[in-house]
């Protein structure tokens, strides 16, 4: 079968460490800087897809949850 375009399943922890390009066990403020980092680059209001914001902003809620 074809990929959908819609996820079917939370993103990992592995992929959320790929997306932000962080380390498996970075600190929150390794996280937390590299959010800010991509989605000043990512951010909608400058143009780029929205798609791409939402899945830092998921991979950073992935790896916080991780860490409470």
């Not at 498996?24 to 143009?47: C, F, N, V, W, Y």
Request: aromatic share 0%; charged share 25%.
């Amino acid at each position: 079968g074809g990929g959908s375009v819609a996820r079917t399943s939370a993103m990992t922890a592995e992929e959320a460490c790929r997306v932000l390009g962080v380390a498996q066990g970075a600190s929150r403020e390794e996280i937390t800087s590299a959010h800010h980092r991509l989605m000043k680059k990512l951010h909608p209001d400058l143009g780029e897809t929205s798609n791409l914001a939402l899945r830092v902003n998921e991979a950073r809620n992935v790896l916080l949850h991780d860490r409470r």
